[in-house]
């Protein structure tokens, strides 16, 4: 509303400049920008990554299945480097262990495969999840992983906006603010040899 009346007060003010009015009305069209334009942004973006992410998972579906594993054996995790930031607590609780199913197409397959057992043990049955040829995949997304990866992408886009609006302000503030003053020395260029003169027609 400031931004508004800003622009109101300087239509008719003899003692307006160009480069007033024009600041005037660059923060008002950047004030409906942040407003209107970046959450429409937002979601226009986070609507069309849902609907990726949907189809994304949707053929997955199709490719993926989910199988009844047996556990083998369980293998000792690698120690891993100390500066190695992946070394959390929700990454211990993941063991690797060898296992046994049978793929789509009734072969047995074995293989390492990663598992939330608290202490797998021989004989254990885990599901995981298996490509057409019958080899570990990762698990579809679930609705909500979908939701804040599409949440979180249009948050990203909209705030990229803003920025980028502000960015353009700016720099449309600093080219009125050096053509204003590109004028005053100009004028003071004119004026200032006369200036404090007697008779000099000020």
């Known amino acids: 509303m400031r931004t508004a009346a800003g622009v109101w007060r300087w239509r008719g003010n003899p003692l307006r400049r160009t480069t007033d009015l024009a600041e005037a009305w660059t923060a008002l069209v950047a004030v409906l920008l942040l407003v209107v334009a970046a959450p429409a942004v937002g979601w226009f973006t986070a609507s069309g990554t849902g609907d990726a992410l949907r189809r994304s998972v949707l053929q997955q579906r199709q490719e993926r299945h989910p199988v009844v594993a047996t556990v083998l054996r369980h293998t000792p995790p690698r120690r891993p480097p100390a500066h190695d930031p ?4 929700a990454r211990e609780k ?20 990663t598992t939330r057992l608290r202490v797998p ?3 254990d049955q885990l599901t995981i999840w298996i490509d057409r040829s019958g080899r570990p995949a990762a698990p579809p997304l679930d609705e909500a992983a979908v939701r804040t990866r599409a949440v979180l992408a249009g948050l990203g886009a909209a705030f990229a906006f803003a ?3 502000e960015a353009a302000r700016r720099l449309a503030l600093g080219r009125l603010s050096r053509r204003r003053q590109a004028r005053l020395e ?3 260029a004119a004026l200032g040899p006369d200036w404090g003169r007697t008779g000099a027609g000020g």
């Not at 992946?86 to 607590?89: D, I, K, P, R, Y």
């Not at 789509?104 to 390492?112: F, L, S, V």
Request: proline fraction near 0%; glycine fraction near 16%; aromatic fraction near 6%.
């Open 121 to 123: 043990r021989t004989g």
């Open 163 to 165: 920025g980028l609006t």
């Open 94 to 113: 993941r063991h690797t262990v060898v296992a046994t199913w049978t793929g789509m197409d009734g072969d047995r397959h074995t293989g390492r495969v």
């Open 86 to 89: 992946e070394s959390s607590a």
């Open 186 to 188: 100009r004028s003071w």
